[in-house]
């Protein structure tokens, strides 16, 4: 049967974009998702919400100089509509708003595509006033009458409770809101359990499509929803920025700018006179259904298959905005990484797996906390070569994860052989956990039965269950960890987070871990070097000590760092944290010694959530770089 042409109809109050697949209804000219039609369903949105509170485009603002993540929430809500294109095979409308922010957003449908994009185009202008924008996103609110079964991973996926649950009377609320114990809800097999979005978090490079299924029945086949993002170049703070997929609601979400799991260090802070222009998406919604009585679970098997032909399709070459750059208007880059590690082996180290990207000219690491402009990132072969492709023409710098390597103007261009040299001043003496830039690793924690997600038993990810950092008190309920070099296991005895300590009388204390490890034979007068990763700080200060704990001052302090809730919102990472500490000989002895690492911040409306989590530790020796 012939394919339908793509249809638009404009009506005083609403536009409905339509390729016989699926019919979209959007506000004129609020620009504001109202309905979706498909598979003789009337609305996949949820009818009993608000018209403008069903699919929309949502942004945070905050005053200049203003401190924090938080601001005013608005839906973007367009003034003006316009037709970009239209004919039998694309239509594209324009809903933009002024001042102070010119937004342009964008609503595409193709023939034969089951399911329809958006983009949007935002741009300040040099005359107008400096603010800050903590978060940028799409949200869709299905219908919760339809969509009961969620799917953010192939092994993060379940049948979920109501939003009614959370309510009141059905659910209590927990330290902190977001996580509600479901005391009474509608279908009993919740009841017990912890519902808590930020559980459902995914890192941007594993974010590439999400959604819902509806119940199957005998009359009404299982249906899908789903958010495809097929490129992480408009998303700010790199591949392993950590951001909210779907959570109950049911609720699918396209982020793209957002302070989770990061802080105040990666809100979009406009200065004055300065003019910034950015290009968010597009992404795609996706919408699948059973021809018969198949495993519904397919559907995600469906959605994934089209998320790769998404990806294949990067860039598209249907958005009509000039400031979406196509395929010849790309460069990339290529080459092979290798490390140069003179104690660990004479030859160059192949990088393999290694995350190489470009970024926006900045210092190490400062890609992780960039988010006014775009990012590209591939991963080293086995052979450790890198292709980045499909890079807007602008001037970046060349990233590994942590460290700067060169500038990259924008073209095509195959940089060969790069060499890389880690931070190293000396061999290893002993080393704690792996350099991942997670917690990953260490020793997490079974759950206080009384507060679990029954997905998370039994789960690689069990870090993700509500509470955990109440049990370091109970696992160290007289006196701190201590490990001690050669006999510990940091698998087993390293705690994932230090965080502080419940007191009796209900107030919360700094903790002090020492390290205990012997040494044969100080070099007397020489250097001593302590790496410190963490991998994660909130509202934390770490002070480090060798050998004597009421050392003052201490040898090193972080100084008051980072917001990244990550401990809060059962994040493995959050912001990644590099220290190199000079240990001088005097201060060790021959025989055991011990490094006391002290978090000392317990204050504030949420003491519990103050702490750090390590990535990795190392002490290295004195001895110089061996003779190439």
Not at 332 to 356: N, P
Not at 429 to 451: K, M, T
Not at 553 to 573: E, Q, S, Y
Not at 582 to 596: E, K, M, R, S, Y
Request: proline share 7%; glycine share 8%.
């Amino acid at each position: 049967m012939a394919s339908q042409a793509v249809q638009l109809r404009i009506e005083h109050s609403r536009v409905v974009m339509d390729n016989g697949i699926v019919q979209v209804y959007l506000s004129n000219p609020g620009g504001f998702v109202t309905r979706i039609q498909y598979n003789g369903t009337d609305n996949l949105l949820e009818i009993l919400n608000e018209r403008d509170n069903r699919g929309y485009w949502d942004v945070v603002w905050s005053e200049a100089g203003s401190t924090g993540t938080t601001g005013t929430f608005e839906r973007i809500v367009g003034t003006s509509f316009s037709v970009v294109t239209e004919n039998e095979e694309r239509v594209e409308i324009s809903f933009t708003s002024k001042a102070p922010l010119n937004i342009d957003k964008r609503y595409v449908m193709l023939r034969d595509s089951s399911g329809f994009y958006s983009y949007a185009i935002f741009e300040h202008l040099v005359e107008w006033p400096a603010f800050n924008i903590p978060q940028i996103r799409i949200v869709y609110k299905l219908r919760k009458d339809i969509f009961d079964y969620m799917v953010v991973s192939d092994n993060r996926q379940r049948f979920m409770p109501l939003p009614d649950d959370r309510l009141p009377g059905r659910g209590k609320e927990l330290v902190p809101p977001e996580a509600v114990l479901l005391v009474n809800p509608v279908e009993p097999e919740f009841k017990g359990e912890v519902d808590d979005k930020y559980q459902y978090s995914s890192e941007n490079k594993d974010l590439k499509v999400h959604g819902w299924i509806s119940s199957q029945s005998e009359t009404d086949p299982a249906m899908g929803f789903w958010v495809i993002i097929p490129s992480n170049e408009f998303r700010s703070g790199g591949p392993v920025k950590q951001n909210l997929t779907s959570h109950v609601g049911p609720i699918s979400l396209a982020m793209f700018l957002s302070a989770h799991y990061a802080g105040e260090d990666i809100v979009l802070k406009l200065q004055p006179n300065e003019p910034w222009k950015k290009v968010f998406g597009p992404t795609f919604v996706y919408l699948n259904t059973l021809l018969d009585a198949d495993d519904p679970v397919q559907l995600w098997e469906d959605a994934k298959n089209q998320m790769e032909e998404e990806v294949e399709s990067w860039p598209y070459d249907f958005p009509a905005s000039e400031d979406f750059q196509k395929s010849s208007q790309r460069g990339s880059v290529c080459g092979t990484l290798l490390v140069r590690d003179r104690y660990l082996s004479d030859e160059y180290i192949i990088a393999r797996d290694a995350y190489v990207g470009v970024a926006p000219p900045g210092e190490a690491g400062s890609w992780q906390r960039e988010c006014k402009g775009y990012q590209f990132w591939s991963r080293a072969n086995e052979e450790g070569y890198f292709s980045i492709n499909n890079i807007r023409m602008m001037l970046y710098y060349l990233f590994i994860l942590q460290s700067l390597l060169m500038q990259y103007a924008g073209c095509e261009i195959d940089v060969g052989e790069i060499i890389y040299e880690p931070p190293r001043d000396g061999p290893t003496l002993w080393e704690i956990g792996i350099p991942d830039r997670s917690a990953n690793g260490f020793y997490v924690p079974d759950p206080n039965p009384n507060f679990i997600n029954k997905l998370f038993v039994d789960h690689p990810d069990k870090f993700r269950q509500y509470g955990l950092w109440e049990r370091y008190a109970e696992l160290y309920p007289n006196e701190d960890l201590i490990y001690t070099v050669g006999a510990s296991d940091y698998t087993k005895d390293w705690f994932f987070a230090q965080v502080t300590r419940k007191q009796e009388d209900g107030s919360y204390k700094g903790t002090t871990w020492r390290i205990k490890f012997n040494l044969d034979e100080v070099e007397p007068s020489k250097i001593y070097k302590l790496r410190l990763a963490l991998a994660s700080a909130n509202v934390s200060e770490l002070q480090v000590r060798v050998n004597d704990p009421k050392q003052d001052p201490p040898l090193f302090t972080t100084g008051v760092i980072g917001k990244d809730n990550a401990i809060a919102r059962h994040g493995i990472h959050g912001l990644h944290w590099l220290f190199s500490i000079d240990i001088p000989a005097l201060l060790l002895q021959n025989g055991v010694n011990t490094i006391f690492l002290t978090q000392t911040m317990a204050s504030g409306p949420l003491p519990l959530f103050q702490g750090i989590m390590y990535d990795y530790i190392r002490l290295e020796g004195p001895t110089p770089f061996p003779p190439i």
